[in-house]
Structure formats: C-alpha cells, structure tokens
C-alpha cells in the first residue's frame, strides 16, 4: 500500500466536502437576500388560570304553583227550567222542564233544548234556548229560540262542581206572554 495515494484520496474527498458546505453557504444567502425571507417568529401563547372558590349554599325555595285551567272540553249538559210570574207580571202561571244540550267552554256557547215536562200549565211550550256565558261563568246570556220570544239574561246564583257552569241561575226574559221569572238549574 502506497501511503501516498491514500493521502490524496483523503485530501480530494475532504476538499471536496468542504466545497459542497460552502456552496451550500452561499446558495442559502443568496435566497434569503433575494426572497427576503422571514424567520417565522415563535408564537408564545399566554395561559393564565384563575381558580375561583366557592362556597354553594342550597336553600329551600317555595315557589308557588299556579293551578292550571283545564283545557276547554265541550260538556253535555242537563238542565231544569222553572218559568214563573214577576211583580211585573203575575198573571204568568208557574211551569218547569228537563232541559239537555251542550255548552262549549273555549267558546262559551251553551245550547239548550226542551226534553221532559214536569209541570206543564196550559198552552205552554217548551222553549230552547242558545247563547253565551261569559268567561267568568257567572253571566248567561242569550235569546230563547222561539217566535216572539227575545233576549234572556241569567246570572249564577249559586254554583255545583259537576261542570264548570252547573249551578243555579236566575233572571228573566220575554216572550209573547210578558215579562217571565226564570230559574235555570245546570246539573
């Protein structure tokens, strides 16, 4: 082996290395002279904690509850009409029948109609009657449906709890006859 082949050998490798590290040099300079590139700049993020302590006391709350209406139904309705004289009137003789019919609470409307007599005087009808009771339940009014017969007005006198109207109701109204005393009984 020939000591000095060995040497140029190393020497041609180790000049050729350093020639590749200084081209390398020189090309990375060159761009970032020409491109004006930026070294991206570390982002810091900044996180913070904040602990917060605290002490949670329960205490009882009464809250009141508002009972719910029930939702507007329609109920088949019985009733009993008393018809009678008034200081107006007295002439009108006392008379009474079972009633049926339907009352619509959403809308108020309640329609009654004649079924049975329990006390019949002489030459009278039953009359059906149809109108509106107020959202309050306590005013009934309306027209009796029958020729010569007008506007009728009834106020709750006393009240039951089969349906919202059930109760007794009294007022008046007129017909051909006259003036006439009515007690309406809702069952």
């Known amino acids: 082996m020939r000591a000095g082949k060995y040497k140029l050998r190393q020497k041609s490798v180790v000049q050729l290395t ?9 090309i990375f300079i060159s761009l970032s002279q020409s ?20 002490k949670i006391v329960e205490k009882p709350v009464e809250v009141p509850v ?16 008393n ?3 008034t200081p107006s009137n007295p002439a009108v003789p006392e008379g009474s029948y079972r009633m049926s019919g339907t009352y619509d609470q ?8 004649g ?16 109108g509106k009771v107020e959202a309050s339940e306590d005013l009934f009014t309306g027209r009796i449906q029958f020729q010569g017969c007008k506007k009728f007005t009834l106020r709750k006198v006393s009240k039951s709890d089969a349906t919202p109207i059930s109760g007794s109701w009294k007022g008046q109204y007129d017909c051909t006859q006259g003036s006439t005393g009515l007690t309406l009984t809702i069952q």
Do not use: C
């Open 35 to 54: 491109k004006g590139v930026k070294v991206p700049e570390p982002e810091v993020k900044v996180v913070t904690k904040t602990i917060i302590k605290e």
């Open 106 to 113: 959403k809308t108020g409307k309640l329609f009654l109609g």
């Open 18 to 26: 350093s020639l590749l590290d200084l081209l390398f040099v020189m």
């Open 83 to 85: 018809f009678y004289g």
């Open 66 to 81: 508002e009972p719910k209406k029930p939702k507007p139904v329609r109920y088949n309705i019985t009733a009993i009409f």
């Open 115 to 130: 079924i049975e007599w329990i006390n019949q005087p002489s030459s009278y009808e039953m009359v059906p009657l149809g």
